[in-house]
């Protein structure tokens, strides 16, 4: 049983096309036009072990958010479909990544009920031309149409880069974790049956 998705969303600030394998190597071909979000989903993908195609084309011009959420929220609907009906996930996971001086934690449960907690204090500043404030809207986008619930806790740290890399592999790793399947569980990880 595969376990992919892929995704196409065409609005008028955004085209996204997105193909997505859970139970991948790794490996990505990503183009967004938004080099260090191209940087974060490369790696997002290497340390999820999800195999991963972005090509994007947005409204740029006028800065990158529209781009940046609609990625999150395609990524999130392609995990939601790529998972279907849940069967035999484990889904919580959970990941501590260090990144030099930055320690950042994940957890994730694929409940089917978005939450986002973002414990994660940046500066407003911009790596190159990405405005750090784009995560938490990336992370939103993701969760809503995933149907995940996600706490992103900083535990400690000062560089930015380092900061916003260390969260985008921790969700990735917790991410891993949710998504494996387990043969011991039979149905659904729930008491009511359903996800």
């Given at each position: 049983?595969?376990?992919?998705?892929?995704?196409?969303?065409?609005?008028?600030?955004?085209?996204?096309?997105?193909?997505?394998?859970?139970?991948?190597?790794?490996?990505?071909?990503?183009?967004?036009?938004?080099?260090?979000?191209?940087?974060?989903?490369?790696?997002?993908?290497?340390?999820?072990?999800?195999?991963?195609?972005?090509?994007?084309?947005?409204?740029?011009?006028?800065?990158?958010?529209?781009?940046?959420?609609?990625?999150?929220?395609?990524?999130?609907?392609?995990?939601?479909?790529?998972?279907?009906?849940?069967?035999?996930?484990?889904?919580?996971?959970?990941?501590?990544?260090?990144?030099?001086?930055?320690?950042?934690?994940?957890?994730?449960?694929?409940?089917?009920?978005?939450?986002?907690?973002?414990?994660?204090?940046?500066?407003?500043?911009?790596?190159?031309?990405?405005?750090?404030?784009?995560?938490?809207?990336?992370?939103?986008?993701?969760?809503?149409?995933?149907?995940?619930?996600?706490?992103?806790?900083?535990?400690?740290?000062?560089?930015?880069?380092?900061?916003v890399e260390a969260c985008f592999k921790a969700a990735a790793r917790a991410l891993d974790q949710a998504t494996q399947l387990d043969?011991?569980?039979?149905?659904?990880m729930s008491t009511k049956g359903k996800l």
């Open positions: 049983m595969a376990r992919s998705a892929a995704i196409e969303r065409i609005t008028k600030e955004t085209q996204i096309k997105l193909s997505l394998e859970i139970d991948g190597k790794g490996e990505a071909q990503i183009c967004t036009s938004v080099p260090f979000l191209d940087h974060m989903l490369d790696l997002f993908a290497r340390h999820g072990l999800f195999d991963l195609k972005v090509e994007a084309h947005g409204d740029i011009d006028i800065d990158f958010h529209h781009t940046v959420e609609d990625i999150g929220i395609v990524l999130g609907t392609a995990f939601k479909e790529a998972l279907g009906d849940k069967c035999g996930i484990r889904r919580y996971g959970n990941a501590v990544v260090p990144m030099d001086e930055v320690l950042a934690s994940v957890a994730t449960d694929l409940s089917g009920r978005p939450y986002l907690v973002y414990n994660v204090e940046l500066p407003k500043v911009k790596i190159g031309d990405f405005d750090v404030e784009l995560v938490r809207e990336f992370f939103q986008g993701f969760v809503n149409h995933c149907g995940a619930n996600l706490h992103l806790n900083l535990m400690y740290g000062d560089n930015v880069h380092h900061i043969a011991r569980i039979e149905g659904v």
